[in-house]
């Protein structure tokens, strides 16, 4: 009996310790949430989404997933890698999506390899405990710019004299240090433009060459992007043959010198205040080099002081000196000064906004181009007459008619009967007409923008798409590139993801309210980011996606061009299988009409050839003699916001600053604008475009589902094609 008694007591006092142990035992948590760059960024552009995650009370392995909403509403799933938590630590994880909505919420969940998860919803609000809430996006049309090393570059000065002036908005983001740097180049595509700093080389001693974050500032730039780097004072360090720095610098770094004459940098300001010269502290350093790349902007006794160099399709504005320390700092024009290095422009669309959307739905080019995909071959549209003269049908024949019908035969109590046929017969007859008119093949409708980069022989690529479902479904998308020969290309980058409407109006990501959906299911992005996994399309219905994507082409065009007089001289060939359409090179203010090139045809450009200026070519600018005195008069033909014309509308966003910007096309193009190629006139760089018509044995990206090719013969692609190409140097 006492043995008995002494294994129950035993038996309960394990069970009782196993208890307080499984009590004692604590879940991870969730504690911080920054998203963007000090939670500043934009909707519909990939942004970093860092989280901070305590750790309980044992060691756990797992992944965190974050889920944010689509333009429509529908949840995206991204999951990081392996992440492992220690008791009691804080572990951080960074991640990247896409916001496409301004009132959804944010969720986060950590599922451990054993145990049940643990999540947390982030409710996006305007104030709040910082970390405890998804702050709200930017404003649509707001720039985002950040300042890497120091606070005082000018930059905030600039947008508060852009913003009195011309209604300009832009945030400004300060970052002490390199930490909050994306590691993936598409981590900055909601990023306007970087200055970077160097009075403090601290700062970019972790900056080191082939780092992953390294890697994404190199590859952002090279895909579209703006850096201004400032060195003077401390260039000897930051900018030495080790230095990550050096990499971008247009030159080689000779030495460190003051400079007592700066009417050159004034005069480029376009001010009227001098830079306050002193002795000792205050005398201008600067950072003189050699064997420069890119076209010297300002120089001042031989000395180059801004130089504008292209990386890629990007650019670099290297200025000699530091903006944050005296002199420059105590400059009055230094707004002025930095206005001009970032191509700082008025916003524009505080006029525009009410105006565009009751007309057209939209007020950026993106927004156009994204409505004019929305037309299919073989999908027509019901007009809204016939809706309205089917419904009266429909009410005429389950009221009236059958009640009429059935006292002439004497027997109403049949309407257990005819009212529910008619119903079925009118429901069958409405699917059937919308079979008939929407048909039953999956469409879509395709733009493709593709780059090449004569000086590296690199491919970059943009492909829009809206897809047409004829039935409720799950989509499997990749992206496949290929090569002017039509094959595809090697190694390639692909970033997939969907395409929003920007603004305010109806279905745009700015709009706000709630958005209604019948898919309770979500979707999520490839690991890679290179597909789109299970994305749900509505029946009849549509859905906008794109995809940015490079790799090095195999198979360049011909192209030797050198300056003379300021004027593109060389020949430019086509050594396709298929003809370019409507050529044309613009280099710096000039354009040439080249024409058509054939398979192999070449076009020779001199001195005397036929020029117009660009200005000219895009507006439709012409002068004209009017009135018994023959006063000239200048008379732009307006653009078309109603163009439904893909290429029409791609062209305006290709060159959109060249052509005059937003006050000659009435729409803004901030969602799309590393589209823009216009600042690589400014530099040593030409830029030819044309369009493609074959766009079976041409260059883009070809769009798959579960890997066949999506779409068949009745959906529509629209291919142009765009070289950059150098424009050496005459030795002569």
Request: hydrophobic share 40%; charged share 25%.
């Amino acid at each position: 009996m006492r043995v008995y008694r002494a294994l129950v007591a035993l038996v309960l006092t394990a069970a009782l310790s196993a208890t307080a142990s499984a009590q004692r035992v604590e879940p991870p948590r969730f504690v911080g949430l920054r998203v963007g760059f000090d939670n500043q960024y934009k909707l519909g552009l990939f942004t970093p989404v860092e989280l901070a995650l305590r750790g309980g009370s044992e060691k756990l392995l797992g992944r965190v997933t974050v889920s944010t909403a689509d333009p429509d509403g529908v949840q995206v799933r991204v999951t990081s890698g392996p992440v492992q938590v220690m008791p009691g630590q804080e572990t951080r994880v960074v991640l990247y999506t896409r916001f496409g909505r301004a009132d959804a919420d944010l969720q986060a969940e950590f599922q451990p390899e054993r145990g049940r998860p643990v999540v947390r919803n982030y409710p996006m609000q305007y104030q709040g405990e910082e970390g405890n809430y998804l702050a709200p996006p930017l404003d649509f049309g707001q720039d985002l710019y950040l300042v890497v090393g120091s606070a005082g570059v000018g930059l905030d000065e600039a947008v508060e004299r852009i913003r009195r002036e011309a209604g300009f908005r832009a945030a400004v983001v300060h970052l002490d240090g390199i930490e909050q740097l994306p590691t993936r180049w598409f981590g900055y595509e909601g990023v306007d433009g970087i200055v970077l700093a160097t009075s403090r080389p601290e700062v970019y001693r972790p900056l080191v060459p082939g780092s992953a974050r390294w890697k994404a500032l190199e590859a952002w730039l090279a895909t579209g992007g703006h850096v201004v780097l400032s060195a003077g004072s401390q260039a000897a360090e930051v900018l030495a043959p080790d230095a990550a720095l050096s990499g971008i610098v247009p030159g080689r770094l000779d030495e460190v010198i003051p400079l007592r004459q700066t009417d050159a940098l004034e005069s480029y300001a376009g001010g009227t205040a001098a830079i306050p010269l002193g002795t000792g502290e205050a005398d201008l350093i600067i950072a003189r080099l050699t064997d420069v790349e890119g076209r010297v902007v300002v120089e001042q006794a031989g000395v180059p002081l801004v130089i504008r160099r292209t990386v890629g399709f990007g650019q670099v504005v290297f200025v000699a000196c530091d903006l944050e320390r005296a002199p420059i700092s105590r400059w009055e024009d230094r707004g002025r000064f930095v206005t001009r290095l970032l191509d700082m422009d008025g916003g524009g669309e505080e006029h525009l906004e009410v105006g565009a959307i009751m007309r057209y739905g939209y007020v950026d080019l993106a927004g156009q181009l994204r409505s004019a995909m929305d037309r299919f071959r073989g999908v027509r549209m019901i007009p809204f007459s016939l809706v309205m003269g089917l419904v009266f049908v429909y009410i005429l024949l389950i009221g009236p008619g059958d009640y009429f019908l059935l006292r002439r035969l004497r027997r109403l109590e049949w309407t257990w009967v005819t009212f529910p046929a008619i119903v079925l017969l009118v429901t069958a007859g409405a699917m059937v007409l919308a079979h008939y008119l929407k048909g039953r093949e999956v469409r879509t409708h395709q733009v493709d923008l593709v780059d090449v980069d004569m000086a590296s022989g690199t491919l970059r690529g943009t492909t829009w798409a809206n897809i047409f479902s004829p039935r409720s479904d799950a989509y499997d998308l990749a992206f496949l590139p290929r090569d002017f020969d039509g094959e595809p290309v090697s190694e390639p980058e692909v970033l997939a993801s969907w395409m929003g409407f920007p603004g305010a109006g109806l279905g745009g990501m700015s709009a706000g309210g709630a958005a209604g959906t019948p898919w309770r299911s979500s979707y999520s992005y490839s690991p890679q980011f290179d597909r789109i996994e299970r994305m749900p399309i509505h029946v009849w219905s549509t859905k906008s996606v794109t995809a940015r994507w490079s790799a090095e082409t195999r198979r360049p065009p011909q192209a030797e061009l050198r300056r003379v007089d300021d004027l593109p001289v060389g020949t430019i060939t086509n050594p396709f299988d298929f003809p370019l359409h409507r050529c044309y090179l613009a280099y710096d203010r000039w354009v040439y009409d080249l024409g058509s090139l054939e398979p192999g045809a070449t076009a020779s450009i001199v001195p005397t050839s036929r020029r117009s200026e660009l200005k000219t070519l895009l507006t439709g600018r012409r002068i004209e003699a009017a009135g018994s005195a023959g006063q000239a008069q200048q008379h732009v033909t307006p653009y078309s916001r109603a163009s439904e014309n893909a290429a029409y509308i791609l062209r305006a966003m290709m060159l959109f600053r060249a052509a005059g910007g937003e006050s000659y096309t009435g729409l803004s193009h901030r969602y799309q604008r590393f589209v823009d190629l216009s600042a690589l006139l400014k530099t040593d760089r030409a830029v030819l475009w044309a369009e493609a018509d074959d766009a079976d044995r041409g260059p883009g990206a070809e769009i798959l589902r579960d890997g066949r090719p999506l779409g068949g013969e009745e959906s529509i692609r629209t291919t142009m094609v765009r070289m950059v190409l150098p424009v050496e140097e005459d030795p002569r």
